[in-house]
């Protein structure tokens, strides 16, 4: 069971460059989710899913594109990569099951826009 | 006004010491609230949820108050091991079903020293 992984671990992008992150979970959690963690701002909610085939806005989603054309995952696409968007990515699952209300995360993916 | 506000610290303590967390949150509506511990360079995990009675877990206390919209951690008798940041988290309710929406504190840095 490895949980939620996340691939890449780093990456180094040029302005303009686009790339696209995979978050995969094997705990057939329903609803998966994707935040950028910033020196003094805590971790904000880019999108998240609440099923397959289904996304939807968080806190700061200009700029990102999601898929989840399978339950397991959970992709985050950036287009254009802008300086801006230099930060620490992590994706979360979660059961919808109101009784099981924690966020497995995984372990990050530190992203530079040069 | 951030939704979730913490003391950013840090706390520098000796060993054996006791401290206390605080942290406000704007959303009335929230639910759910939780105290997450992310150690240096890796993923946030669930130290433990909050409940309106106030619960304990070994060496930590957590409290709710909800007409203050306050939530505390307190951590006795201190080890090196509990150097970390711990993030006060609350549930991103805004009527309806939040969907497990979590919205983060900026996270209190702690370090224990010998």
């Known amino acids: 069971n490895a949980g939620v992984t996340q691939t890449p671990k780093f990456r180094v992008l040029k302005t303009g460059q686009s790339m696209t992150l995979l978050c995969a979970q094997d705990?057939?959690?329903?609803?998966m989710y994707w935040y950028r963690q910033d020196p003094g701002m805590g971790l904000r909610l880019i999108h998240y899913?609440?099923?397959?085939?289904?996304?939807a806005k968080g806190e700061v989603p200009d700029g990102y594109n999601v898929s989840r054309l399978k339950k397991q995952n959970f992709l985050l696409g950036l287009e254009s990569a802008a300086p801006s968007q230099t930060s620490v990515y992590f994706c979360?699952?979660?059961?919808?099951?109101?009784?099981?209300?924690?966020?497995?995360f995984g372990p990050g993916t530190r992203l530079t826009v040069l | 006004r951030k939704e979730v506000e913490q003391d950013p610290g840090p706390f520098n303590v000796p060993e054996g010491a006791t401290v206390a967390f605080n942290c406000t949150y704007s959303n009335s509506a929230s639910q759910s609230f939780f105290w997450y511990r992310q150690d240096c360079r890796k993923e946030p995990k669930l130290l433990m949820s909050?409940?309106?009675s106030g619960n304990e877990d070994g060496r930590f206390t957590a409290q709710l108050n909800r007409a203050s919209q306050y939530i505390s951690l307190l951590i006795r008798d201190s080890k090196l091991s509990d150097s970390a940041t711990y993030l006060c988290?609350?549930?991103?309710?805004?009527?309806?079903?939040?969907?497990?929406?979590?919205?983060f504190g900026q996270g209190t840095i702690l370090t224990v020293h010998p």
């Open positions: 899913s609440v099923g397959e085939g289904t996304t």
């Open positions: 909050v409940y309106s």
């Open positions: 988290v609350v549930n991103a309710f805004a009527g309806g079903t939040s969907y497990g929406k979590l919205t």
């Open positions: 979360a699952s979660r059961s919808r099951d109101r009784a099981y209300n924690e966020q497995f």
């Open positions: 705990m057939n959690h329903e609803y």
